[in-house]
């Protein structure tokens, strides 16, 4: 080519819908407590044969949570508490000259940011590569750079990944060579050993060789695990030598100052996971490599294959879980699971990604994608995931409303975390045995410490209120829709029994709109018509948060006397016990004129607020 326990993981799924020079470098703050925008949706996926490098990160540091982005030649740094609320943000500037960004490892005690530059002369003098050396307050402390290493562009048509272990940090990436006598810069992976103590590059794999020595041209993804008892394992994705998905161990231990020992017998152990159909296109082989992780048995190896080498842009890619025995490194070793059966002209999914939750276990995930026309998938807004376990034993995939990026997601606090960025600031989902749950805690419309700033964070954490990419529009009147869906959410999004004759109601509407009629909860304004976007009064919010609150067995005994309320008269009569309640129930107060406002619009700054109060009232 040209340039981580099904018995303690459970399988049991309840669906939950929700709708990152030695001269010390200035580190510049932000002036506000704003999370940054950015574009990392899908960022993981890739169709053709080209992988990118990962730009967006989360590693967790005393119990926060700390995103880092490379964004607009900078590298952002936010840190979040545990309820994904931000605490600071700094951003970091990429040393000049160096414009390819490669990748950030944080490790036990040191952070690395991983950057890179063309050789378009192919000048063994030119630093292609440099590694730098934080400390775990992003104070700058070292740097290590490679030179030539038969490098014409680092970190192209693939990625970056890095592990550590016994002091030595192992970067595995590849690049585009120095020309071949075919005139042509063919690309392949390398390996770089670097000990962290003094930041020395050892025994550097960059030149071309074979499998046995690490060596797989082209290879379009690359992943790097030291594992828990020492070995050094990558996967590659490779499309002509070999032309398959390939793991391969190496020889010396990990910790070792060098990865090959002198002697024949220093050779890696490789085997193919799965081999890629010859295409018309050598490049092109219809899967991609999503994932390497490590259990108590096994590794754990992800991809996606259409199996017909990338001939038919219009066949369904499906999601293949391998598991290798740790004692049995071979194909033999190995039990391969074909998580989904996608028929051509439906559904395809995504490069998979694996979340290991340790050595018990983990998730595999991918996104849902749409066949259209002769060969255009797009993503739909839902992903999949399954559990697998310290086996590689594979639950029954789930398939709910989501999203993946680049973002490989952490395990933090007992749950899979990663986040999301759509030309806005972060969603964070978080994954367990419970379903998933997406959350957005900041927007730029919502002022922190304002009189609603507490309940838009709390009614995002839970999924009750969509918004509008980083706009919660918390002036702007709540409608009919949003209360509904809110109630449907809080209910935990059961399955309606009938449908509704309501010709109004949008798809992802339809189930709460149906529930809530069904249930007493609300009625339509004619026996055909909802109008989900008219905008709801206070009086109309009481009386449906009373209805629901009779139907969850509340104690809806309370009631005010309202006459305090210049305006009392006004409210309608079907409202009068539910607005009775609500003012008693502290839900919905009067005005500093002495009036209760019933018929005025309730905006969504103050649904966000009663529903809180609600939820907290009745819990």
């Given at each position: 080519?040209?340039?981580?326990?099904?018995?303690?993981?459970?399988?049991?799924?309840?669906?939950?819908c929700?709708?990152?020079?030695?001269?010390?470098?200035?580190?510049?703050?932000?002036?506000?407590?704003?999370?940054?925008?950015?574009?990392?949706r899908?960022?993981?996926?890739?169709?053709?044969?080209?992988?990118?490098?990962?730009?967006?990160?989360?590693?967790?540091?005393?119990?926060?949570?700390?995103?880092?982005?490379?964004?607009?030649g900078?590298?952002?740094i936010?840190?979040?508490?545990?309820?994904?609320a931000?605490?600071?943000?700094?951003?970091i500037p990429?040393?000049?000259?160096?414009?390819?960004?490669?990748?950030?490892?944080?490790?036990?005690?040191?952070?690395f940011?991983?950057?890179?530059?063309?050789?378009?002369t192919?000048?063994?003098?030119?630093?292609?590569?440099?590694?730098?050396?934080?400390?775990?307050?992003?104070?700058?402390?070292?740097?290590?750079?490679?030179?030539?290493?038969?490098?014409?562009i680092?970190?192209?048509?693939?990625?970056?990944?890095?592990?550590e272990?016994?002091g030595?940090?192992?970067?595995?990436?590849?690049?585009?060579m120095?020309?071949?006598?075919?005139?042509?810069?063919?690309?392949?992976?390398?390996m770089?050993?670097?000990?962290?103590?003094?930041?020395?590059?050892?025994?550097?794999?960059?030149?071309?060789?074979?499998s046995?020595?690490?060596?797989?041209?082209?290879?379009?993804?690359q992943f790097?695990?030291?594992?828990?008892?020492?070995?050094?394992?990558?996967?590659?994705?490779?499309?002509?030598?070999p032309?398959?998905?390939?793991?391969?161990?190496?020889?010396?231990?990990?910790?070792?100052?060098?990865?090959?020992s002198e002697?024949?017998?220093?050779?890696?152990?490789?085997?193919?996971?799965?081999?890629f159909?010859?295409?018309?296109?050598y490049?092109?082989?219809?899967?991609?490599?999503?994932?390497?992780?490590?259990?108590?048995?096994c590794?754990?190896?992800?991809?996606?294959?259409?199996?017909?080498?990338?001939?038919?842009?219009?066949?369904?890619?499906?999601?293949?879980?391998?598991?290798?025995?740790?004692?049995d490194?071979?194909?033999?070793?190995?039990?391969?699971?074909?998580?989904?059966?996608?028929a051509?002209?439906?559904?395809?999914?995504?490069?998979?990604?694996?979340?290991?939750?340790?050595?018990?276990?983990?998730?595999?995930?991918?996104?849902?994608?749409?066949?259209?026309?002769?060969?255009?998938?797009?993503?739909?807004g839902?992903?999949s995931?399954?559990?697998y376990?310290?086996?590689?034993?594979?639950?029954?995939?789930?398939?709910t409303?989501?999203?993946?990026?680049?973002?490989?997601?952490?395990?933090?606090?007992g749950?899979?975390?990663?986040?999301?960025?759509?030309?806005?600031?972060?969603?964070f989902?978080?994954?367990?045995?419970?379903?998933?749950?997406?959350?957005?805690?900041?927007?730029?419309?919502?002022?922190?410490?304002?009189?609603?700033?507490?309940?838009?964070?709390?009614?995002?954490q839970?999924?009750?209120?969509l918004?509008?990419?980083?706009?919660?529009?918390?002036?702007?009147n709540?409608?009919?829709?949003t209360?509904?869906?809110?109630?449907?959410?809080?209910?935990?999004?059961?399955?309606?029994k009938?449908?509704?004759?309501?010709?109004?109601?949008?798809?992802?509407?339809?189930?709460?709109?149906?529930?809530?009629?069904?249930n007493?909860?609300?009625?339509?304004?004619?026996?055909?018509?909802?109008?989900?976007?008219?905008?709801?009064?206070?009086?109309?919010?009481a009386?449906?948060?009373?209805r629901?609150?009779?139907r969850?067995?509340?104690?809806?005994?309370?009631a005010?006397r309202?006459d305090?309320?210049?305006?009392?008269?006004q409210?309608?009569?079907?409202?009068?016990?539910?607005?009775?309640w609500?003012?008693?129930?502290?839900l919905?107060?009067?005005?500093?004129d002495?009036?209760?406002?019933?018929?005025?619009?309730?905006?969504?700054?103050?649904?966000?607020?009663?529903?809180?109060r609600?939820?907290?009232?009745?819990?």
């Amino acid at each position: 080519m040209i340039h981580s326990k099904l018995n303690r993981l459970t399988f049991v799924f309840v669906f939950c819908c929700l709708s990152l020079n030695f001269l010390p470098l200035p580190t510049t703050k932000a002036d506000s407590l704003s999370p940054a925008p950015s574009a990392n949706r899908n960022k993981n996926n890739y169709s053709a044969y080209d992988a990118s490098a990962v730009k967006s990160y989360l590693y967790q540091e005393d119990g926060n949570l700390v995103r880092v982005e490379f964004i607009d030649g900078k590298l952002l740094i936010e840190h979040y508490d545990d309820s994904f609320a931000l605490l600071s943000s700094q951003t970091i500037p990429i040393d000049e000259g160096f414009d390819r960004w490669g990748g950030f490892y944080s490790g036990e005690t040191y952070h690395f940011v991983i950057v890179g530059k063309s050789n378009p002369t192919e000048d063994d003098s030119t630093e292609v590569m440099r590694i730098i050396k934080y400390n775990k307050n992003w104070e700058r402390l070292d740097q290590s750079g490679l030179f030539g290493a038969n490098t014409f562009i680092p970190f192209d048509f693939g990625s970056l990944r890095c592990d550590e272990y016994g002091g030595m940090l192992y970067i595995h990436t590849c690049h585009s060579m120095y020309q071949s006598e075919d005139g042509l810069n063919h690309q392949a992976n390398m390996m770089i050993p670097l000990r962290q103590e003094d930041m020395e590059i050892m025994d550097a794999q960059y030149t071309v060789s074979y499998s046995a020595r690490g060596y797989v041209s082209h290879s379009f993804n690359q992943f790097v695990l030291a594992d828990s008892e020492g070995r050094l394992i990558t996967l590659n994705h490779g499309d002509m030598y070999p032309r398959a998905a390939i793991l391969i161990q190496y020889p010396l231990p990990a910790g070792e100052d060098r990865l090959f020992s002198e002697d024949i017998l220093g050779f890696a152990e490789s085997f193919y996971l799965c081999e890629f159909p010859m295409g018309s296109i050598y490049q092109k082989t219809g899967a991609s490599v999503g994932g390497l992780a490590e259990t108590e048995n096994c590794y754990i190896a992800v991809w996606n294959n259409d199996g017909n080498g990338g001939n038919d842009d219009s066949l369904p890619r499906n999601i293949y879980l391998a598991a290798t025995s740790k004692n049995d490194f071979s194909a033999d070793g190995t039990t391969t699971h074909q998580l989904t059966s996608y028929a051509p002209d439906t559904n395809s999914a995504g490069t998979p990604v694996l979340a290991s939750c340790g050595t018990d276990g983990g998730y595999v995930l991918w996104d849902v994608q749409k066949i259209s026309g002769s060969s255009a998938k797009t993503s739909v807004g839902k992903i999949s995931y399954a559990a697998y376990d310290a086996d590689g034993n594979v639950s029954s995939p789930v398939t709910t409303d989501g999203m993946l990026s680049d973002c490989q997601p952490i395990f933090y606090n007992g749950k899979i975390v990663w986040y999301v960025t759509d030309q806005s600031v972060p969603v964070f989902y978080v994954l367990d045995d419970s379903g998933l749950t997406a959350i957005r805690t900041s927007y730029a419309d919502v002022e922190e410490g304002s009189w609603y700033s507490e309940a838009v964070r709390y009614v995002s954490q839970k999924g009750w209120i969509l918004a509008d990419g980083n706009a919660f529009k918390p002036d702007q009147n709540a409608d009919r829709g949003t209360l509904v869906y809110a109630l449907y959410q809080m209910e935990n999004s059961p399955e309606p029994k009938n449908s509704a004759a309501f010709c109004d109601v949008p798809d992802y509407l339809q189930p709460a709109v149906f529930w809530a009629a069904e249930n007493g909860v609300v009625n339509g304004i004619s026996d055909d018509t909802f109008a989900p976007y008219d905008p709801i009064t206070r009086e109309q919010l009481a009386a449906l948060l009373f209805r629901y609150a009779e139907r969850k067995g509340y104690d809806v005994s309370a009631a005010a006397r309202l006459d305090q309320y210049t305006d009392a008269p006004q409210i309608s009569e079907y409202a009068f016990e539910a607005m009775s309640w609500a003012n008693a129930a502290g839900l919905i107060t009067g005005n500093s004129d002495g009036t209760l406002n019933p018929k005025g619009n309730a905006t969504r700054a103050e649904v966000s607020t009663i529903l809180m109060r609600f939820y907290e009232n009745g819990n």
